[in-house]
């Protein structure tokens, strides 16, 4: 059932098929079966065990040689089963050698899309994941525009020479399809990182201020009596009310620029003086990040108290920066034509699309980068996806964080595709635990795991 939220006076209230429940009866009854929930976990294996309760999965331990050989059983049905939409694209660029990508749904339909591209006369490669919430309308619509208007944005800084984006797309180009990137007159690297910084920002602020404007005449026509099933305008509409998280990286014959707005994350794996070790490229924009906490209560003064509720902005949503979510942007008055106000609101708006961006030259140590969705990141630490890659694409070479930990790995994995032994080992690592996460029902599905996106760029400096 679609639960929605609404405020009787200064109380909010949840309703579920015109049953109207208060948030705090609300809270016990999800307590309840949070406990419930998790005596259940045990059936599903140990590596399940917090789901439900936020906190990041992860027991300390690194994959062991056991494990490694588990995993290598690539005709098991779960193995085969989460090879279904993996590719891997081969690269001509100066830096890039492939790219492995895979996605794992849980929602339906599934609220991730990801894309990639390129500037080929800049040696430049796009690769971007995003995270859908509330519905995939505003996912679908970055997935479409996001690097195009990117593009534009650029070119009119003059920063690019390229005409246009050449955009990776599944029902053109088959796995391993070489995408050729690399170009005499490469000059982007060498603009400034401070002119990609603020490019970068425009794009995402002035992206995010077309979709709310778009829906933004509809609610004026809608005023004026028109319906809201005329010219299209629902759909513009629902593009606006949904949400998503988005984070683009941009790779260039001399550094990585990453671009983030809300809690999808890239982690760079280098190595240093023989040991593999997590660098992360962005930072997560939620309640985890005391500087978000801070910036908010600094943004509305008065509102310390309510801005925030149960780590979720003005208790509704998860992250503190996203495309649409134009409930928490748009003034009451706008608002209440299409979806109800949330409670505590008092100083729109409340929510940003500006991404927090960061920029890193090239120096060697660079071995892969990984761009994921927080379905991933919920269920295992950035010192474990990192390790992973370097079991998969190195095997029994020196791989630093197992070494420094006491563990070896067999030479058993480096053939597989990266993304999708990432996927492996958030489910749970062994066969039965994933045989039982990807065949949970669908009403269950979403309440032990979220949509994960995956993206690894192997970069060519081993």
């Keep these: 059932h679609i639960v929605q939220s609404t405020h009787v006076g200064t109380m909010r209230v949840f309703y579920i098929n015109h049953f109207f429940i208060p948030l705090q009866i609300l809270t016990i009854i999800m307590a309840i079966l949070r406990y419930l929930l998790k005596r259940k976990m045990a059936l599903l294996g140990t590596a399940c065990t917090g789901v439900l309760t936020g906190f990041i999965i992860y027991n300390g331990v690194l994959p062991t040689t056991t494990r490694c050989l588990a995993f290598c059983s690539t005709q098991s049905p779960a193995y085969k089963y989460l090879q279904r939409k993996e590719a891997m694209l081969k690269f001509n660029h100066p830096h890039i050698s492939s790219v492995y990508i895979n996605h794992l749904p849980s929602n339906n339909p599934t609220e991730d899309r990801h894309v990639i591209g390129g500037w080929s006369q800049e040696c430049t490669g796009l690769f971007s994941v995003i995270d859908g919430h509330k519905s995939n309308h505003c996912s679908e619509h970055l997935k479409n525009v996001l690097l195009d208007h990117v593009t534009s944005v650029f070119k009119e800084k003059e920063l690019l020479n390229s005409k246009a984006v050449d955009i990776y797309n599944e029902t053109k180009h088959t796995p391993e399809t070489l995408i050729n990137l690399k170009s005499t007159g490469c000059s982007l690297g060498q603009k400034g990182n401070e002119r990609i910084e603020n490019s970068l920002k425009l794009s995402f602020t002035s992206l995010d201020h077309m979709i709310s404007e778009d829906a933004l005449k509809c609610v004026r026509m809608i005023n004026k009596g028109h319906s809201i099933k005329e010219n299209g305008m629902l759909s513009t509409i629902m593009k606006a009310l949904a949400g998503a998280c988005a984070l683009l990286s941009i790779v ?24 593999w070790l997590p660098e992360p490229l962005s930072v997560d924009q939620n309640a985890q990040n005391n500087d978000e906490i801070a910036r908010l209560k600094r943004t509305h003064p008065g509102e310390e108290d309510t801005v925030i509720i149960m780590n979720r902005l003005l208790g509704g949503l998860m992250p503190f920066r996203s495309f649409g979510d134009v409930d928490y942007k748009w003034k009451e008055k706008d608002i209440e034509v299409v979806t109800p106000v949330p409670a505590n609101y008092k100083s729109p708006p409340y929510l940003i699309a500006e991404p927090m961006v960061t920029s890193r030259k090239m120096d060697g140590t660079e071995g892969f980068l990984v761009l994921a969705t927080d379905g991933l990141w919920e269920k295992l630490s950035n010192e474990h996806v990192i390790q992973t890659a370097v079991d998969t694409i190195y095997g029994n070479k020196t791989t630093g964080l197992s070494s420094l930990f006491g563990h070896k790995t067999e030479d058993c994995c480096n053939h597989d595709n990266i993304a999708t032994r990432l996927l492996w080992e958030a489910l749970g690592e062994n066969e039965a635990s994933v045989d039982k996460m990807i ?13 994960i996106t995956i993206i690894v760029i192997k970069f060519k400096n081993d």
């Design 252 to 275: 260039t014959e001399q550094s990585i620029h990453v671009a983030s707005t809300g809690d999808c994350r890239a982690v760079l794996g280098v190595k240093r003086e023989g040991v």
């Design 439 to 451: 065949n949970l029902p669908q009403a269950l599905s979403r309440m032990y795991r979220d949509d």
